[in-house]
């Protein structure tokens, strides 16, 4: 049995248009293909205790069994920052999605010890949409951004034009990817997408939240053989 966490934004103000946080069905699709397959999940956040959540469509029958699940509702409700996690403790960590982590996850620092740790100890980073935000500011030891030269997915900029929020968002997710050296690929807008490298596995929006997850779990079983 793997231990996996999930990983969530604190921040939910949308550029004062609205408001955001994580994106339900990000974190809910992955939370049911990881214990589903007998797998334990945490969840944390960058600031802890209870983050803002975006995105909730309570006819998805897995967003209802998520936020109905009473486990899942009082670790939610108390999530530790990144900071105060031990890395050792985990083989995986999954950063959600949904616009608030454009914010707070890239210069996180407590979030950026415990990516860096998990995969330099031989575990699986992975993210999905916005979530690749998390990979902005995650440098191996050596200075090395985490995504130089490996090939990634994210929320593309022609998502984010359709969406609106260009002009919104701190900065356009996979232009600021490709920036530090990663081979950024995308589908057509809103079609599942999911890339993995090695033991790094990203997503290209909500619809690749579960391609994501089985992809942890595939690249865990090979890692672990």
Known sequence: MAKILIGLT?????????????YLPEAAHPWKVFTAAGHEVEFASVAGGEPPVDGVDLTDPVQKEFTEDAGVRERVRHTPRFADLDPAGYDAVLFAGGHGAMWDFPGDAGLIRLGREIYERGGVVAAVCHGPAALIGLTLADGTPLVAGKRVAGFTDSEEA????????????????????ARHSGAADWQPHVVTDGRLVTGQNPASSTGVAEQVLKVLSTENR
């Open 10 to 22: 604190s921040h939910g103000d949308l550029g004062g248009l609205r408001p955001t946080g994580y």
């Open 162 to 181: 359709a969406a609106g929020l260009t002009k919104v968002v701190p900065f356009l997710l996979a232009r600021r990817l490709t920036e530090l050296g």
